[in-house]
């Protein structure tokens, strides 16, 4: 069983079309859960950490938010350079590495 | 100044031959590690290093061997390459429950 899920695995959108991203997790005891950017041919960079449910954070267009089973990616107004695969990500033991879900690939379109 | 960085950038080489990947990062971090991305974008722990020591070595074939000289330095050497390892390998590096840092990936074809 996948531990993390993301969906849905892409996503088409419309220039300044709202949309969001969803990644559900089983683990218990989350340590923390991460958003990435990953851009063809570029590795993951960076986006959020949301450590606990009802933990919301934000930048320019995505918002992040965290429950005790899952997080949501918001796009607001999309642009065109939004379009990449976003990756989620839980580390919920000392001692272990960062388990991904699949991602899920945006494009947006002008 | 590149936080990450992994070389050589492209791996191009055939079934049976032994190669090597080198990873190094500026970032101070105590954490390093190998991920491998399958043609479907999934990422999936292989190795992981803290302060020179082997902390988890997930389910890899024993053709893989990771080697850390010292805490800034991760390199991968993987013998009698098989068709099935042709991927896109990832460093990273981390300080305690930090974010990763990622490199820009090595893509690895096996002919």
């Known amino acids: 069983e996948d531990q993390v899920t993301q969906s849905p695995e892409a996503l088409r959108l419309q220039e300044g079309e709202s949309s969001s991203l969803n990644c559900s997790y089983t683990?218990?005891?989350?340590?923390?859960l991460f958003w990435y950017r990953q851009d063809p041919g570029k590795g993951p960079e960076f986006l959020f950490t949301?450590?606990?449910a009802g933990e919301e954070k934000e930048k320019e267009r995505l918002k992040a938010t965290l429950t005790k089973k899952e997080s949501f990616l918001h796009i607001t107004a999309p642009k065109p350079e939004d379009s990449a695969t976003y990756l989620c990500a839980v580390f919920w033991q000392a001692g272990t590495a960062l388990i991904f879900g699949k991602g899920t690939t945006l494009s947006v379109s002008s | 100044d590149t936080a990450v960085s992994q070389t050589p950038k492209y791996l191009v080489t055939q079934m049976g031959n032994d190669k090597s990947i080198k990873c190094e990062q500026n970032?101070?971090?105590?954490?390093m590690y190998w991920y491998k991305q399958d043609s479907k974008k999934f990422l999936k722990i292989m190795f992981s290093?803290?302060?020179?020591?082997?902390?988890i070595n997930e389910t890899v074939p024993n053709r893989f061997s990771p080697k850390s000289p010292d805490k800034a330095h991760l390199n991968l050497h993987i013998n009698s390459l098989e068709l099935g390892d042709s991927a896109v390998y990832f460093c990273a590096s981390s300080q305690s429950d930090s974010p990763l840092h990622f490199g820009n990936g090595t893509r690895l074809t096996v002919t």
């Open positions: 290093y803290n302060n020179k020591e082997l902390i």
């Open positions: 970032l101070g971090h105590d954490t």
């Open positions: 949301l450590y606990s």
């Open positions: 683990v218990s005891g989350l340590r923390g």
